[in-house]
């Protein structure tokens, strides 16, 4: 087997630096020392330098002391003003090519351009630069989410250092068509772009190639990608004992590069291993039993199962000589962050034949492919009958959402949901029923309305609901809203109004004072308006009335205590309880002569009253204060006269009472 490295491959000149700085920062400076984030995306290389004692942290909130080392990636101005302010020692590893795009992304920012970054936004080197803009910065990934930009004016376009040149070009040919000024800074770096070439380069002239770096390195990743882009199988590994002699069998020439993160030592043992495996495998050629194969073209589409499910790829056996593979970006329309999610061992797919079996016996398929061709017939059909597709929501991006429905469709925020939606995040994962609105096979766009399936569901329910509703009927609700003049209910999907008056049987000013934003209550249907599509609600018809209970709580000649609510010209009215007011006519208020009633009572006031007369069907009470102060008088005349009649055995006239009150005076 010939194994062959690339052009360019492993450390690029930031990495090298930043490692060699931290190396003389552990001899020279005394104290602990940190970096911010592992130092590199390479695990050896982190678990080396932890071995000096370069220690990870992940917020300078963590440490009090010591040296904090910049790694290669930069960070915003923000944080290293805040590591000044904690007194800590900085040793900037920042790539010298990484400062240029935060120094351009600064000035930019400073000369009212509209920034746009070409990246990936999570990428820490992409939040650093960031944070040289202010904050103020737009990060778009490609063309598509340029296409989504809103230009507010000269727009300056950067890239993250290890963006392709192709997608750099296409982002900014995109941002061109909006009509602004576009300045465009190329400020990626030579050493990315001449190892993907490299590597893109070897991985088409050999039969199998090997990715070395770390997992969560960008760089790498991109790599791979760009190789298995060749057709040429593809593993992508963070160390050597990770490599499968299975690998190699068979093999004629690999191909080996690596990530920019990726040190010369860890290259040098997968190369090692490499050799040591061909030995083994000694180009045996294992015998295969004989089985019955069949003839695969390519472009077209077969039915085959899922026989292993690795970190990059997936095996299907479509019943030919050997099993085809699907690489993890021909799995599906969208980013794909756990292969699980899509197949399973086992799954019957559906795979389209991207190639064929060769001399080799390679096989490569596509999922996404097969999934597209089905899709966007049916997709057709659904735009012109208006009929619903599913789909899962796989990715949250700037505007809305993308979802799989077999291929990638665009749900833009504002037709996700029937109101205003916080956080898209949490439709991840879902599926969900959309109707596609809009839809370019050429251009591979279709646009989709979550919000228009749901409005048609509610007019239904809407519909049903007032179809259905008897007057009288008693329904459960949630208040949704407050007005001066009442509140509206949601009693299962559509709101009915329950006015102020029909709230409570006493007088209330505000329905705050009876119910909340958010209160489940019973309310009783009171008119069902179908022409105008209206409900009118009641709370108060299902609580008890209190005038069903008024002739035994107040009979007639009884005295109550009772609070002076309301004057009128012609009297007082009052209020037993809540919900039963009586009227104390102005002749009784008062044994004289009263012109005006607020001469004898004030509002608030509490006064003992008698019962003259109840009507609970009119609702009508009629009160007496005059009679109250009569009994009263009538009472200490009679007790006055008994105790008179006990000591002299005389008759007391009234006459006499007064006469001996005024004596006693
Ligand atoms: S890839 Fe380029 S920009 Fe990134 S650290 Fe290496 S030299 Fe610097």
Same mark, same amino acid.
């Given at each position: 087997?010939?194994?062959?490295?690339?052009?360019?491959?492993?450390?690029?000149?930031?990495?090298?630096?930043?490692?060699?700085?931290?190396?003389?920062?552990?001899?020279?400076?005394?104290?602990?020392?940190?970096?911010?984030?592992?130092?590199?995306?390479?695990? /050896?290389?982190?678990?080396? *330098?932890?071995?000096?004692?370069?220690?990870?942290?992940?917020?300078?909130?963590?440490?009090?002391?010591?040296?904090?080392?910049?790694?290669?990636?930069?960070?915003?101005?923000?944080?290293?003003?805040?590591?000044?302010?904690?007194?800590?020692?900085?040793?900037?590893?920042?790539?010298?090519?990484?400062?240029?795009?935060? $120094? @351009?992304?600064?000035?930019?920012?400073?000369?009212?351009?509209?920034?746009?970054?070409?990246?990936?936004?999570?990428?820490?080197?992409?939040?650093?630069?960031?944070?040289?803009?202010?904050?103020?910065?737009?990060?778009?990934?490609?063309?598509?989410?340029?296409?989504?930009?809103?230009?507010?004016?000269?727009?300056?376009?950067?890239?993250?250092?290890?963006?392709?040149?192709?997608?750099?070009?296409?982002?900014?040919?995109?941002?061109?068509?909006?009509?602004?000024?576009?300045?465009?800074?190329?400020?990626?770096?030579?050493? %990315?772009?001449?190892?993907?070439?490299?590597?893109?380069?070897?991985?088409?002239?050999?039969?199998?190639?090997? +990715?070395?770096?770390?997992?969560?390195?960008?760089?790498?990743?991109?790599?791979?990608?760009?190789?298995?882009?060749?057709?040429?199988? %593809?593993?992508?590994?963070?160390?050597?004992?990770?490599?499968?002699?299975?690998?190699?069998?068979?093999?004629?020439?690999?191909? =080996?590069?690596?990530?920019?993160?990726?040190?010369?030592?860890?290259?040098?043992?997968?190369?090692?291993?490499?050799?040591?495996?061909?030995?083994?495998?000694?180009?045996?050629?294992?015998?295969?039993?004989?089985?019955?194969?069949?003839?695969?073209?390519?472009?077209?589409?077969?039915?085959? %199962?899922?026989?292993?499910?690795?970190?990059?790829?997936?095996?299907?056996?479509?019943?030919?000589?050997?099993?085809?593979?699907?690489?993890?970006?021909?799995?599906?329309?969208?980013?794909?962050?756990?292969?699980?999610?899509?197949?399973?061992?086992?799954?019957?797919?559906?795979?389209?034949?991207?190639?064929?079996?060769?001399?080799?016996?390679?096989?490569?398929?596509?999922?996404?492919?097969?999934?597209?061709?089905?899709?966007?017939?049916?997709?057709?059909?659904?735009?012109?009958?208006? /009929?619903?597709?599913?789909?899962?929501?796989?990715?949250?991006?700037?505007?809305?959402?993308?979802?799989?429905?077999? +291929?990638?469709?665009?749900?833009?925020?504002?037709? $996700?949901?029937?109101?205003?939606?916080?956080?898209?995040?949490?439709?991840?994962?879902?599926?969900?029923?959309?109707?596609?609105?809009?839809?370019?096979?050429?251009?591979?766009?279709?646009?989709?309305?979550?919000?228009?399936?749901?409005?048609?569901?509610?007019?239904?329910?809407?519909?049903?609901?007032?179809?259905?509703?008897?007057?009288?009927?008693?329904?459960?609700?949630? @208040?949704?809203? *407050?007005? /001066?003049?009442?509140?509206?209910?949601?009693?299962?999907?559509?709101?009915?109004?329950?006015?102020?008056?029909?709230?409570?049987?006493?007088?209330?000013?505000?329905?705050?004072?009876?119910?909340?934003?958010?209160?489940?209550?019973?309310?009783?249907?009171?008119?069902?308006?179908?022409?105008?599509?209206?409900?009118?609600?009641?709370?108060? /018809? +299902? *609580?008890?009335?209190?005038?069903?209970?008024?002739?035994?709580?107040?009979?007639?000649?009884?005295?109550?205590?009772?609070?002076?609510?309301?004057?009128?010209?012609?009297?007082?009215?009052?209020? *037993?309880?809540?919900?039963?007011?009586?009227? $104390?006519?102005?002749?009784?208020?008062?044994?004289?002569?009263?012109?005006?009633?607020?001469? $004898?009572? %004030?509002?608030?006031?509490?006064?003992?009253?008698?019962?003259?007369?109840?009507?609970?069907?009119?609702?009508?009470?009629? =009160?007496?204060?005059?009679?109250?102060?009569?009994?009263?008088?009538?009472?200490?005349?009679?007790?006055?006269?008994?105790?008179?009649?006990?000591?002299?055995?005389?008759?007391?006239?009234?006459?006499?009472?007064?006469?001996?009150?005024?004596?006693?005076?």
């Amino acid at each position: 087997m010939d194994v062959r490295v690339a052009a360019k491959a492993g450390s690029c000149y930031g990495v090298k630096r930043a490692i060699e700085l931290s190396k003389d920062t552990v001899r020279n400076r005394p104290g602990p020392i940190f970096s911010l984030g592992p130092l590199i995306h390479n695990p /050896q290389v982190v678990a080396y *330098l932890g071995k000096l004692g370069v220690q990870e942290i992940k917020d300078i909130g963590e440490i009090k002391e010591g040296t904090l080392i910049i790694r290669s990636h930069g960070v915003a101005p923000a944080l290293l003003n805040a590591a000044q302010e904690l007194g800590l020692n900085i040793v900037d590893a920042t790539c010298p090519f990484v400062r240029r795009t935060q $120094v @351009v992304a600064h000035d930019l920012m400073t000369k009212d351009y509209q920034v746009v970054i070409v990246g990936d936004k999570n990428h820490p080197e992409v939040q650093g630069i960031l944070g040289w803009a202010d904050g103020k910065a737009e990060v778009v990934e490609n063309p598509w989410e340029a296409g989504l930009v809103k230009a507010r004016g000269k727009i300056g376009v950067l890239a993250q250092t290890t963006q392709s040149e192709e997608n750099f070009n296409a982002v900014v040919e995109t941002l061109e068509k909006s009509g602004s000024v576009v300045q465009a800074f190329k400020t990626i770096c030579s050493a %990315t772009s001449e190892r993907q070439k490299a590597a893109h380069e070897l991985a088409c002239q050999v039969d199998v190639m090997l +990715v070395v770096g770390g997992a969560n390195s960008a760089n790498t990743r991109k790599l791979a990608s760009l190789c298995r882009a060749c057709g040429t199988t %593809t593993y992508h590994i963070e160390e050597v004992g990770e490599l499968e002699p299975a690998w190699f069998q068979g093999v004629k020439a690999a191909g =080996l590069t690596a990530g920019a993160s990726t040190p010369d030592w860890i290259i040098e043992e997968v190369k090692n291993r490499m050799s040591e495996i061909e030995e083994q495998n000694g180009n045996e050629e294992g015998m295969k039993d004989a089985v019955e194969v069949k003839a695969i073209r390519s472009g077209e589409i077969v039915t085959g %199962t899922v026989v292993h499910v690795g970190q990059d790829e997936v095996m299907v056996d479509v019943g030919a000589k050997s099993e085809g593979v699907i690489p993890i970006r021909e799995l599906s329309c969208c980013e794909v962050t756990s292969i699980q999610d899509i197949v399973k061992v086992g799954d019957q797919i559906e795979v389209y034949v991207l190639k064929a079996e060769d001399n080799e016996g390679k096989l490569i398929l596509s999922k996404e492919k097969a999934d597209a061709e089905k899709a966007w017939s049916g997709l057709e059909e659904a735009l012109d009958s208006g /009929q619903t597709v599913e789909g899962t929501v796989r990715e949250v991006v700037k505007g809305g959402l993308l979802v799989d429905i077999g +291929v990638r469709a665009f749900l833009p925020a504002s037709l $996700v949901d029937r109101g205003y939606v916080e956080d898209l995040s949490k439709y991840l994962g879902q599926s969900i029923a959309s109707r596609v609105i809009e839809m370019n096979r050429a251009r591979k766009k279709v646009i989709l309305s979550r919000k228009a399936v749901l409005e048609e569901e509610f007019a239904k329910l809407r519909q049903e609901l007032l179809t259905n509703l008897a007057e009288g009927e008693v329904v459960k609700g949630v @208040v949704r809203r *407050l007005t /001066q003049f009442g509140a509206f209910v949601d009693i299962g999907g559509v709101d009915g109004l329950l006015h102020i008056s029909e709230m409570s049987w006493h007088r209330i000013n505000h329905p705050s004072e009876v119910v909340q934003v958010g209160d489940e209550i019973e309310v009783m249907v009171l008119k069902v308006d179908r022409d105008n599509e209206k409900i009118s609600l009641g709370l108060k /018809q +299902v *609580l008890p009335n209190p005038w069903d209970t008024v002739e035994e709580k107040y009979p007639v000649s009884s005295v109550v205590p009772a609070k002076v609510v309301r004057l009128a010209p012609f009297g007082a009215f009052v209020q *037993l309880e809540p919900g039963v007011e009586g009227l $104390v006519h102005i002749s009784h208020l008062a044994e004289r002569h009263v012109a005006k009633p607020d001469e $004898v009572v %004030t509002e608030g006031e509490e006064v003992n009253v008698k019962v003259l007369s109840v009507d609970p069907v009119e609702k009508r009470i009629r =009160l007496s204060i005059r009679e109250v102060y009569k009994e009263k008088q009538e009472r200490e005349y009679r007790d006055y006269n008994h105790n008179k009649t006990e000591d002299t055995g005389d008759v007391v006239t009234i006459g006499d009472m007064v006469g001996d009150l005024f004596d006693k005076k």
